[in-house]
């Protein structure tokens, strides 16, 4: 049985690799086939770091990822704080809205805010959408998940806390900064990374919100997709994956030393 | 629950985020309402028209997407379950290792698996080389079995991860004593560990049914673009690719989606609620 699992799990992990196997593997070749491998190259890689296009809506990406990550959070937090001090069905009905982005998917959120800007921006002569447009859509879909991290590190506080420290005769907003926000960092900062990482990686929301001129870079990547393919987008992918990978491989080895210390 | 703490003003703390949240999320919605039921002249109905029109392709989004999600089950809750019967350091490097290919473009990934499933593909090419004689029957790509195989692949992480997550929580304990009791092994599974995983499975689902019913992309790449979907119908209305804008079908077809998946999940909670009492009642 155990055996049996093993060799279940092997296959399953060929099969969530292979795609990702056949980008790095084509990222080198030297023909401009995505399926015929003629040799080895880096000519993908060199004709990568030439492209503009593709530099530029890179920049763009962690632009709207940076900002949208920083407005949803400091957003997402005070909500959070909020949303916990009620109680009842306006508790509930808060966090029935806060939800609808996550449930709802996401060509109906794209499409949905897509109107919405059409509509408003009918209003304003030349007015077109771009960066304001995709950075509010970004913030949207990006405050509820702040918000579902924040929550549960509210709920785990210690709230007598607080309320010795206004006792001791601390001004509630100090009591605030001094005792809450560290108490609730944990959750603020993995809502940040969240949102950072679901911004830069968006296409559908991207795509129905952004307008002709300001590209971020999923929707250059779909826009080279539809031409004959070109393999910079596999030298980019094993590129963006090396950097995700050698993230993860240093966090992972920071690790245990905690939880060797903790026990 | 844990009793309400008020940090700071209440309403300043909750005003930023009503107000986004009404004018970006609420109004939006309202507005695609308001479309799926006008056209130039006002008030009409004749937008819904077009669901029947569509019947096809709204039957075939839902079939093909429940197929990709029992799949998507029966593939997830095995290697769940192995990872949550392992060290912690497997769990955590196993979890590491299905998050990992979700950080590559999904596009690109896609597009990958063109490469491996096309005639001249090297799954195919793979086969003729072993067998040394040619598939000529054997397509791979632009059918029905392509886009759930996109679907599958794209959202099986989604899957296993809430079902390890709510595996995890069973407490060595519980399985212990249903041993004790008297329960073999597949008493112990069918009756102590399937029940209390079931909102692990549960929340899967939807993480699974949601993004397949409303992709647009999946069968774009997979599908050779003969067999539409809805999002695809939704993409062109709104967008224009086959020449036609119309928002006030596309705002019909949305609503159709968002209303199908409110059933779904209300259906959903139901069946958690269940799964919750009787597991009350095993323990």
């Given at each position: 049985m155990k055996k049996l699992l093993t060799v279940y799990n092997v296959l399953i992990s060929i099969f969530l690799y292979a795609p990702i196997f056949v980008i790095v593997f084509f990222s080198f070749n030297s023909g401009s086939s995505r399926a015929v491998f003629e040799g080895f190259s880096m000519q993908w890689y060199q004709e990568l770091f030439e492209d503009e296009l593709i530099l530029k809506s890179l920049y763009y990406s962690v632009?709207?990822?940076?900002?949208?990550?920083?407005?949803?959070?400091?957003?997402?937090?005070?909500?959070?704080?909020?949303?916990?001090?009620?109680?009842?069905?306006?508790?509930?009905?808060f966090l029935a809205v806060n939800n609808i982005p996550v449930v709802n998917p996401e060509i109906v959120t794209a499409i949905s805010m897509m109107i919405l800007f059409v509509f408003a921006l009918g209003f304003f002569h030349n007015a077109e959408m771009g960066f304001g447009t995709l950075l509010i859509a970004h913030i949207t879909f990006n405050i509820p998940y702040v918000v579902l991290s924040v929550l549960p590190?509210?709920?785990?506080?210690?709230?007598?806390?607080?309320?010795?420290a206004l006792d001791l005769g601390c001004p509630p907003m100090r009591a605030f900064t001094k005792v809450v926000i560290p108490q609730i960092m944990p959750g603020i900062v993995s809502g940040l990374i969240m949102a950072f990482t679901l911004s830069l990686d968006d296409f559908v929301i991207s795509y129905f919100n952004s307008g002709a001129t300001f590209q971020t870079l999923p929707i250059t990547i779909y826009s080279m997709t539809k031409k004959p393919y070109n393999l910079k987008l596999n030298a980019l992918s094993t590129l963006l994956f090396a950097v995700v990978l050698a993230l993860m491989l240093v966090v992972n080895l920071k690790k245990p030393k905690k939880a060797e210390k903790k026990a | 629950m844990s009793k309400g703490?008020?940090?700071?003003?209440?309403?300043?703390?909750?005003?930023?985020?009503?107000?986004?949240?009404?004018?970006?999320?609420?109004?939006?919605?309202?507005?695609v309402v308001y479309y799926a039921f006008t056209d130039v002249n006002g008030f009409t109905l004749s937008n819904l028209k077009w669901i029947v029109t569509y019947r096809n392709t709204l039957w075939l989004s839902i079939e093909l997407a429940l197929i990709a999600t029992v799949i998507c089950v029966l593939l997830a809750y095995p290697i769940a379950y192995s990872m949550s019967r392992a060290s912690a350091r497997v769990q955590r490097n196993a979890t590491l290792f299905i998050m990992l290919p979700m950080w590559m473009n999904f596009l690109v990934r896609t597009y990958a698996w063109m490469t491996l499933l096309e005639d001249n593909g090297l799954i195919n090419s793979a086969l003729r080389a072993i067998f040394g004689m040619e598939f000529p029957g054997l397509h791979l790509i632009n059918n029905h079995g392509a886009i759930v195989l996109g679907m599958v692949y794209n959202y099986l992480p989604y899957m296993i991860l809430p079902i390890y997550t709510s595996l995890t929580k069973i407490g060595q304990s519980l399985i212990e004593a249903a041993r004790d009791l008297g329960a073999n092994g597949s008493q112990v599974f069918g009756r102590v560990i399937l029940p209390m995983s079931v909102p692990g499975i549960i929340s899967g689902i939807t993480m699974v049914f949601i993004p397949s019913i409303s992709t647009f992309i999946i069968s774009k790449i997979l599908g050779g673009g003969k067999d539409f979907l809805i999002g695809d119908l939704i993409e062109d209305y709104f967008l224009g690719n086959s020449g036609v804008v119309?928002?006030?079908?596309?705002?019909?077809?949305s609503l159709v989606i968002m209303v199908m998946i409110l059933a779904a999940t209300f259906i959903m909670n139901h069946f958690d609620k269940d799964a919750q009492t009787s597991g009350g009642g095993v323990i």
């Amino acid at each position: 049985m155990k055996k049996l699992l093993t060799v279940y799990n092997v296959l399953i992990s060929i099969f969530l690799y292979a795609p990702i196997f056949v980008i790095v593997f084509f990222s080198f070749n030297s023909g401009s086939s995505r399926a015929v491998f003629e040799g080895f190259s880096m000519q993908w890689y060199q004709e990568l770091f030439e492209d503009e296009l593709i530099l530029k809506s890179l920049y763009y990406s962690v632009i709207i990822a940076v900002l949208s990550a920083i407005v949803s959070t400091l957003i997402g937090t005070l909500a959070a704080i909020g949303i916990h001090s009620l109680k009842g069905w306006k508790k509930s009905a808060f966090l029935a809205v806060n939800n609808i982005p996550v449930v709802n998917p996401e060509i109906v959120t794209a499409i949905s805010m897509m109107i919405l800007f059409v509509f408003a921006l009918g209003f304003f002569h030349n007015a077109e959408m771009g960066f304001g447009t995709l950075l509010i859509a970004h913030i949207t879909f990006n405050i509820p998940y702040v918000v579902l991290s924040v929550l549960p590190k509210l709920r785990g506080m210690d709230q007598n806390i607080y309320y010795a420290a206004l006792d001791l005769g601390c001004p509630p907003m100090r009591a605030f900064t001094k005792v809450v926000i560290p108490q609730i960092m944990p959750g603020i900062v993995s809502g940040l990374i969240m949102a950072f990482t679901l911004s830069l990686d968006d296409f559908v929301i991207s795509y129905f919100n952004s307008g002709a001129t300001f590209q971020t870079l999923p929707i250059t990547i779909y826009s080279m997709t539809k031409k004959p393919y070109n393999l910079k987008l596999n030298a980019l992918s094993t590129l963006l994956f090396a950097v995700v990978l050698a993230l993860m491989l240093v966090v992972n080895l920071k690790k245990p030393k905690k939880a060797e210390k903790k026990a | 629950m844990s009793k309400g703490v008020t940090v700071g003003n209440k309403k300043a703390n909750l005003f930023p985020f009503s107000s986004w949240m009404v004018l970006f999320v609420l109004v939006p919605i309202a507005l695609v309402v308001y479309y799926a039921f006008t056209d130039v002249n006002g008030f009409t109905l004749s937008n819904l028209k077009w669901i029947v029109t569509y019947r096809n392709t709204l039957w075939l989004s839902i079939e093909l997407a429940l197929i990709a999600t029992v799949i998507c089950v029966l593939l997830a809750y095995p290697i769940a379950y192995s990872m949550s019967r392992a060290s912690a350091r497997v769990q955590r490097n196993a979890t590491l290792f299905i998050m990992l290919p979700m950080w590559m473009n999904f596009l690109v990934r896609t597009y990958a698996w063109m490469t491996l499933l096309e005639d001249n593909g090297l799954i195919n090419s793979a086969l003729r080389a072993i067998f040394g004689m040619e598939f000529p029957g054997l397509h791979l790509i632009n059918n029905h079995g392509a886009i759930v195989l996109g679907m599958v692949y794209n959202y099986l992480p989604y899957m296993i991860l809430p079902i390890y997550t709510s595996l995890t929580k069973i407490g060595q304990s519980l399985i212990e004593a249903a041993r004790d009791l008297g329960a073999n092994g597949s008493q112990v599974f069918g009756r102590v560990i399937l029940p209390m995983s079931v909102p692990g499975i549960i929340s899967g689902i939807t993480m699974v049914f949601i993004p397949s019913i409303s992709t647009f992309i999946i069968s774009k790449i997979l599908g050779g673009g003969k067999d539409f979907l809805i999002g695809d119908l939704i993409e062109d209305y709104f967008l224009g690719n086959s020449g036609v804008v119309n928002y006030n079908i596309g705002a019909a077809l949305s609503l159709v989606i968002m209303v199908m998946i409110l059933a779904a999940t209300f259906i959903m909670n139901h069946f958690d609620k269940d799964a919750q009492t009787s597991g009350g009642g095993v323990i």
